[in-house]
């Protein structure tokens, strides 16, 4: 049970007039109720406006099998360096080690772990793409109906157009990214 406001007023006084030291540190440990634990720490919001801009300045980057920086970086990299550098990377979500063909299932499995399925394509969304059989590619999608995605192929980061086979071919679902408000 809580002591009433007018019993904690009165606590207070008498702990405010008793001079700093021991005694006082020990009136209050008693008295007082501990302070409430503190809150958790909310997960870091970035909007997709901001990944599709953090994204963009990646393009041009040389692609680097499991590269994690501006040396080199490779598809899977994309969408971790640009939650990285806007502060909204959750633990567990970069994942390294991996072959440079996915096994099957992998990237989906990944997928579902950490992202939200979305009706359709919006800004600032992961894409994920299916190259042969399963989904072994992902990429942003921007503003302007576009991907960028780094691609071994091109040798770099590269942005284009989400039309033709990309759209009708390649194309698996949209996720929206963690720790991104969408809309």
């Given at each position: 049970m809580s002591p009433c406001a007018g019993c904690m007023k009165a606590r207070r006084y008498l702990i405010n007039k008793t001079p700093k030291g021991a005694l006082r540190e020990r009136l209050t440990r008693t008295f007082l109720p501990p302070d409430p634990p503190p809150s958790p720490p909310l997960a870091p919001v970035t909007t997709a406006a901001d990944v599709v801009r953090?994204?963009?300045?990646?393009?041009?980057?040389?692609f680097r099998h499991q590269g994690r920086d501006r040396r080199g970086i490779d598809c899977w990299g994309v969408p971790v360096v640009v939650l990285r550098e806007l502060g909204a990377l959750p633990a567990g979500f970069d994942e390294v080690g991996y072959p440079r063909q996915p096994q099957l299932g992998e990237i989906q499995d990944h997928l579902t772990r950490f992202c939200t399925v979305l009706p359709k394509p919006?800004?600032?969304?992961?894409?994920?793409?299916?190259?042969?059989?399963?989904?072994?590619?992902?990429?942003?999608?921007?503003?302007?109906?576009?991907?960028?995605?780094?691609?071994e192929k091109h040798a770099a980061v590269i942005e284009h157009g989400f039309r033709g086979m990309w759209r009708t071919r390649f194309y698996i679902g949209a996720w929206g990214l963690p720790?991104?408000?969408y809309g």
């Open positions: 953090e994204a963009r300045s990646w393009v041009g980057v040389p919006v800004p600032g969304c992961l894409i994920a793409l299916r190259m042969l059989v399963t989904t072994a590619h992902v990429a942003i999608h921007t503003d302007t109906d576009t991907l960028i995605h780094a691609m720790g991104v408000r």
